[in-house]
């Protein structure tokens, strides 16, 4: 079987959650016997073009190209250099003639490059993991209102229109019907979490059509547990793993710490922030960051941004994992190497979040958006005896890459056999629809 998995980016080049996943689903399939798997990536400014073709490469490993796109439509998710898609992009297809075309995203890329599969190779199996909630939401896919904050329960083109003014409710209701007709030529859907299923169901994708699969790490060894200086007893280190956006609520966090009182903080007790892009974020947010930052004093150590494969290293200087997001996170790969390592997490109480961290067996659940609940949880903590090492023996282990892929294969061929059935059984592809 021959397999091409798409990403909107290359984990060498932007280390995001869903590049990391789909280069880890790539790895575990050319792992697999009989598996010939290759990998094609979105790349685009400030990366340079290397000629007229829209195809680069790495020239790191074999199997693996770049696609430069950057004219790019982000309200449409349309990519508008169609004749690159249907010269360079096809001419992908046609070399490699793949038996099943996996888009772990289509950012950048746009949703016409499902079109040129479905053209090209129309026995080609189509398989599209979502990683948020950017077909429903053009609120960055976060499904936050604009300006106040809120979560967002539904989308509606007047629900839309509300938060951007500017666009009428008939350009949100022609994007919602482009996008879906554009997702219809897909086969099946992927998501990690059954939270984010729930919420394109609702949205008018069929049920059937999806498959919960959780995303593979790929991490050689675990962490042990932090060496405990001579004389202590308690586990008072927390850590924070994450873009600093205002919706990954490390600010939320830092105010947390603030409130607790010195008698229940310590001399030993220390929040460390691993976290980038704080520079691309509102002048108002980053002012507000730095403010709690301040106020925090030596409470906080901020330790500047990371590479995934710290992560090892890093965990060993670490007791707890805290994750304060203000969205509905779908599956945050940080979970998964914080339970790979044996640390217990601290985590707001909604999303796919609350969906893999269990309360009170492998982590905590706070409200989101709270410092006063989130202190709380932190004070339980350093205070209640024994409570990490019950957590931490509460925590299952992360599925590995090669599992993943394992998972993947097995849909691959149910639904290759599905397909293969005389016409009449099989159902109309409209149906994935509502």
């Known amino acids: 079987m021959r397999v091409l998995v798409i990403s909107h980016a290359h984990p060498s080049l932007s ?8 280069y880890n689903l790539h790895k575990g399939l050319q792992a697999g016997e009989g598996i010939d798997s290759h990998y094609l990536a979105r790349v685009g400014a400030p990366t340079p073009r290397h000629a007229g073709t829209a195809l680069m490469s790495l020239r790191q490993r074999g199997g693996e190209l ?16 169609t004749e690159e898609i249907e010269r360079d992009f096809v001419r992908v297809l046609h070399d490699l003639k793949p038996d099943v075309v996996h888009f772990h995203h289509f950012i ?4 016409e490059c499902l079109f040129a599969v479905r053209d090209a190779l129309p026995d080609a199996l189509i398989v599209v993991t979502f990683h948020e909630y950017l077909s429903i939401c053009h609120h960055h896919g976060q499904m936050v209102k604009t300006g106040a904050f809120k979560l967002c329960y539904r989308a509606s ?9 500017d666009i009428s409710p008939a350009r949100f209701l022609a994007r919602e019907t482009f996008i879906k007709g554009m997702l219809g030529l897909a086969d099946h859907f992927v998501s990690p979490s059954r939270f984010l299923v729930d919420r394109y169901v609702g949205w008018g994708l069929a049920e059937e059509r999806f498959s919960v699969i959780e995303n593979g790490i790929d991490v050689a060894s675990t962490a042990p547990p932090r060496p ?5 007893e308690r586990r008072s280190r927390f850590a924070y793993f994450g873009q600093l956006t205002p919706y990954k609520g490390a600010d939320v966090l830092i105010d947390a710490v603030t409130r607790i009182p010195d008698s229940v903080w310590g001399e030993d007790a220390m929040l460390l922030v691993y976290g980038g892009n704080l520079e691309r974020q509102p002048q108002a947010y980053q002012d507000k960051f730095a403010k ?14 990371f590479q995934n494969h710290e992560m090892p290293n890093l965990m060993r200087s670490v007791d707890w994992v805290v994750m304060p997001s203000v969205w509905w996170e779908n599956s945050p790969i940080v979970i998964q190497e914080a339970f790979f390592h044996g640390r217990p997490i601290l985590a707001s109480a909604l999303g796919g979040m609350a969906e893999k961290i269990t309360d009170e067996v492998d982590g905590l659940h706070f409200r989101a958006g709270s ?6 949880c932190m004070v339980r903590a350093l205070t209640e005896p024994g409570l990490w ?7 299952t282990r992360p599925m590995s890459h090669r599992e993943c892929a394992q998972t993947h294969l097995d849909l691959y061929r149910r639904l290759i056999t599905e397909r293969s059935r005389p016409a009449q059984a099989r159902q109309d592809p409209a149906a994935m629809i509502a």
Do not use: M, Q, W
């Not at 770049?66 to 250099?81: K, P, Q, V």
């Not at 410092?371 to 709380?376: I, Y």
């Not at 090492?389 to 925590?395: F, K, N, S, T």
């Open 15 to 22: 280390l995001g959650g869903a590049e990391v996943a789909s």
């Open 66 to 81: 770049l696609y430069y796109a950057e004219d790019y439509d982000h309200f449409l998710i349309s990519n508008r250099a």
């Open 228 to 232: 405990l200086p001579e004389g202590k």
């Open 157 to 165: 083109p007047t629900d839309c229109n509300a938060c951007f003014p």
């Open 389 to 395: 090492e019950r957590l931490r023996g509460g925590i």
């Open 292 to 305: 709690l930052v301040e106020s925090a004093g030596r409470r906080v150590r901020f330790c500047g941004a």
């Open 371 to 376: 410092p006063e609940d989130l202190v709380d």
């Open 108 to 111: 950048g890329l746009g949703l």
